[in-house]
């Protein structure tokens, strides 16, 4: 069984395994939590990110989708790149976010992670409501086939911290 924690505070700063990137789909940085992890973590990602576009990624990554790189200057080993989908009213995307979450892991079981963190995917600039973010989040992870240890969902501020732990009581 996966132990799931939460932990407010810098996602790059964390000595686990892998570090899961919210990445947008062209892999090659940009703000928020994709800014921040490649900029803690120096070129090496980027070497890595344009390595998989201009091979096996030329289109980019789809949404739902991961893959791993190197960590380079971070406390993990590897990072994790995923996609979540753009929060839309009109359109249900909760399946194509629960992926983001569900093929991390799978992509951390195919390095041999134990220990993996997580920011909350699609809550940020893709604008998905915080409270639903939080219940995909805890649900993918929960039903997720995955031999990792321990996942820390990692929060960016108190509010997002909050909501985690009263979802996860």
């Given at each position: 069984?996966?132990?799931?924690?939460?932990?407010?505070?810098?996602?790059?700063?964390?000595?686990?395994?892998?570090?899961?990137?919210?990445?947008?789909?062209?892999?090659?940085?940009?703000?928020?939590?994709?800014?921040?992890?490649?900029?803690?973590?120096?070129?090496?990602?980027?070497?890595?990110?344009?390595?998989?576009?201009?091979s096996?990624?030329?289109?980019?990554?789809?949404?739902?989708?991961?893959?791993?790189?190197?960590?380079?200057?971070?406390?993990?080993?590897?990072?994790?790149?995923?996609?979540?989908?753009?929060?839309?009213?009109?359109?249900?995307?909760?399946?194509?976010?629960?992926?983001?979450?569900?093929?991390?892991l799978?992509?951390?079981?195919?390095?041999?992670?134990?220990?993996?963190a997580?920011?909350?995917?699609?809550?940020?600039?893709?604008?998905?409501?915080?409270?639903?973010?939080?219940?995909?989040?805890?649900?993918?992870?929960?039903?997720?086939?995955?031999?990792?240890?321990?996942?820390?969902?990692?929060?960016?501020?108190?509010?997002?911290?909050?909501?985690?732990?009263?979802?996860?009581?």
């Open positions: 069984m996966t132990e799931l924690r939460v932990v407010e505070g810098d996602i790059t700063a964390l000595p686990v395994d892998a570090v899961v990137n919210a990445a947008n789909s062209g892999l090659l940085g940009g703000g928020g939590v994709d800014g921040a992890i490649h900029r803690a973590g120096g070129p090496e990602i980027l070497a890595a990110c344009r390595q998989l576009r201009a096996s990624l030329p289109d980019g990554l789809p949404a739902g989708q991961a893959v791993a790189t190197t960590a380079g200057r971070l406390p993990a080993r590897w990072v994790i790149h995923t996609v979540g989908p753009v929060y839309s009213r009109s359109q249900d995307r909760s399946a194509v976010l629960r992926s983001a979450y569900t093929a991390s799978a992509v951390a079981d195919e390095l041999g992670a134990t220990s993996v997580f920011p909350l995917i699609s809550a940020g600039a893709y604008g998905w409501p915080l409270e639903d973010a939080v219940s995909q989040a805890l649900t993918a992870i929960r039903n997720a086939p995955t031999t990792v240890d321990e996942v820390t969902l990692v929060a960016f501020s108190p509010a997002v911290a909050e909501e985690i732990q009263r979802q996860l009581r």
